[in-house]
């Protein structure tokens, strides 16, 4: 008899950037699955990957195939990476499929400055960012909020950032969704979830979120990169990187227990791993869960609409001019932990489905329906975070993706080293001098937390872009590397 | 000489942006306490906290996995609802006949977050990832996962 088959052995290459493990496999699979990545990414991928989304495959109501993008590793439930499109009517929603950081996300601002304007000041700059930015754990929020206010911010999003004076009217379309999903509901969120994010509007957290500045480094695509603002090398531009705080993550796991306890008993869904529960999306319990995690996805918008707030502030206190002298304009805000009811034509019919992106994103093509009109002729911009020392993309949404992916992309290079594998490997302070001798000025809240975020702790981001470039899931657009950064 | 009790061990392969453990103890007490302990010792540098506020906490379910998730997630809760930091934790654990319940009651000592508490990493939440609690031949065995 022959050696027990590996998950990984039932996937069948189908071309240079994906591999498919079909339906018919004998692993009781009611989809088939998409894993994509170059040779070099395939590879690498971990087991847990395989297991996650052939379990996600097995959910009720899936449409086309479940997928895994290239900067995948390991979670719980989904696997990060993990993307999966359920029917409106038949199929699930699961917190497992989103994860805890509800509306974790990345918004990328531009500057008309240079490295040459921006190097030498860098330390100042990033010290006042730190000083405005409350970053790491236990830090309060920098706007303090009724209950009444805390509701607006969870149900209006962006929107009641703008009428109170964190940004700007035009920041308010360049984002998904405009910064706010329409189905946010506060009275189906609890009061735990409350009291969890009511002083934390304005907050970077931890982990690897970060504010980080950033010179452009290579343009690939000078025509569609100037309509998203970026003109020149060296042009410095902003990234912000961070989520819905203990609101989503306390949302998350309180819909996540109720679901589990039901699952079986109430709605005859088996359970295949304790975090990837689901409820019907038609379900009383689904729609509430729809109804908060938007709430949360709201609050994530309004997060870093806030902190951007806090960037331009600390720009303008830093070179003496308005922020809207300096241009800085923010250039997308996209979403890479949420769920979305949107619409996508399958075997040639129209279908709604609700499409959950757990550390993936949004790629929509060009003539997209909800992107700025700004973008039409060239797809939204998508923003990938690398690691702190390796650099960052823009890239831009493409109508393969649309076909192809559920309009979905990489978001990040994904982790290939545990965090007490890379502490081991690297102090914290041996990290920020090496960081500093190549011209990357560094302030974080803790330097254990710094060290687990080592850029070898990662996926060697070019592998990524080269793979989503690749299969057309998005089209690079500029390169982007870091010369000072914030950490939570 | 000098003793180490290791009460609990990071599982390095799992769920690798988080954190799993494995906890021990000889009893439902130490368990959770070791649970307390992984917990703190994740998010800050425990030396660095002062025992200046002390909170009592009391749960009751009738599953030992449901209990100490409550437990590490009540935790969680003060930390961002109340901006709380804990350095010792005293624990009672009960089974009650009548109602087949398991009931727990804690005794917590630390903080308010200042910046004297050196700070690590942010737990956003416990999840029921690979958890179970069970007795073993040595007293107790627990594996739960943070997610970071």
């Known amino acids: 008899m022959g050696a027990k088959m590996s998950v990984k052995d039932h996937a069948v290459k189908i071309d240079e950037y994906t591999h498919e493990i079909p339906k018919k496999s004998d692993l009781g699979m009611n989809a088939p699955v998409k894993i994509y990545g170059n040779p070099s990414i395939y590879k690498m991928l971990d087991r847990g990957v395989f297991q ?27 696997p990060i990476g993990g993307v999966a499109a359920f029917d409106v009517n038949k199929g699930v929603i699961s917190p497992g499929g989103i994860g805890f950081d509800i509306n974790c996300g990345i918004r990328m601002i531009t500057t008309n400055l240079t490295v040459a304007e921006v190097k030498p000041k860098i330390r100042e700059l990033i010290n006042t960012l730190y000083d405005l930015i409350p970053a790491g754990v236990g830090k309060k929020g920098s706007v303090p909020l009724s209950m009444q206010q805390f509701r607006d911010v969870a149900e209006k999003g962006t929107e009641w950032c703008i009428e109170n004076g964190y940004g700007w009217d035009e920041d308010l379309e360049k984002q998904e969704n405009n910064g706010c999903l329409t189905a946010a509901d506060f009275s189906v969120v609890s009061d735990k979830a409350k009291s969890r994010g009511i002083k934390q509007l304005g907050t970077l957290g931890s982990g690897n979120h970060y504010c980080e500045v950033q010179t452009v480094n290579q343009i690939f695509d000078p025509d569609t990169a100037k ?57 009383k319990e689904g729609q509430n869960y729809l109804k908060a995690m938007s709430a949360a996805a709201n609050f994530g918008f309004a997060n ?34 949420i769920a979305k009811q949107e619409e996508y034509l399958i075997d040639g019919k129209s279908r709604q489905v609700i499409v959950h992106r757990k550390g993936a994103t949004r790629s929509f093509g060009p003539n997209s329906k909800d992107i700025p009109s700004i973008y039409k002729s060239v797809g939204q911009p998508v923003i990938l975070g690398g690691s702190m020392e390796t650099g960052s993309y823009l890239l831009a949404g493409t109508e393969a993706a649309m076909r192809n992916s559920f309009g979905s992309t990489a978001h990040g290079s994904g982790r290939t080293m545990s965090r007490s594998k890379a502490k081991k490997k690297i102090k914290g302070h041996v990290l920020r001098s090496q960081m500093e001798a190549k011209g ?49 | 000489m000098v003793v180490v009790i290791i009460s609990y061990r990071l599982i390095e392969d799992i769920a690798i942006a988080d954190a799993c453990f494995d906890l021990f103890g000889n009893s439902l007490e130490e368990l959770f306490h070791a649970g307390f302990l992984a ?110």
């Open chain 1, 52 to 78: 996650q989304i052939i379990n996600v495959s097995k959910l009720p109501g899936l449409v086309g195939h479940a997928m895994t993008m290239p900067d995948a590793h390991w979670g719980y439930g989904f």
């Open chain 1, 227 to 283: 309509i998203m603002g970026v003109r020149d090398k060296d042009q410095v531009v902003v990234m912000v990187h961070c989520g819905s705080r203990g609101f989503g993550h306390q949302i998350a796991s309180d819909y996540l227990r109720e679901f589990l306890n039901k699952m079986e008993t109430k709605w005859n869904i088996p359970i295949y791993e304790k975090e990837l529960s689901a409820a019907p999306i038609n379900s």
């Open chain 1, 304 to 337: 870093r609409q806030v902190i951007m707030s806090h960037v331009r502030k600390g720009f303008e206190q830093i070179f003496g001019r308005t922020a809207e002298d300096m241009e800085m304009n923010l250039v997308y805000d996209v979403a890479h932990n």
């Open chain 1, 440 to 488: 990357i000025y560094v302030r974080a809240a803790s330097m254990a937390g710094l060290a687990e975020e080592a850029g070898f702790a990662y996926k060697n981001i070019n592998d990524v872009i080269d793979s989503i470039h690749g299969a057309d899931l998005s089209r690079k657009i500029a390169q982007l590397v870091p010369i000072g950064n914030i950490k939570g």
């Open chain 2, 39 to 148: 917990l703190m010792e994740t998010s800050v540098e425990v030396h660095t906290i002062k025992e200046i506020i002390e909170k009592n906490i009391t749960l009751e379910h009738q599953n030992l996995e449901q209990l100490l998730f409550g437990f590490l997630e009540e935790l969680i809760f003060l930390k961002d609802a109340e901006f709380l930091i804990f350095k010792k934790c005293e624990l009672s654990i009960n089974l009650i006949p009548e109602t087949s319940l398991y009931t727990l009651s804690a005794n917590v000592t630390g903080q308010e977050f200042n910046d004297e508490v050196s700070t690590i990493t942010d737990v956003k939440a416990i999840t029921f990832y690979q958890l179970f609690v069970r007795q073993n031949e040595n007293g107790w065995e627990a594996r739960v996962t943070f997610d970071l």
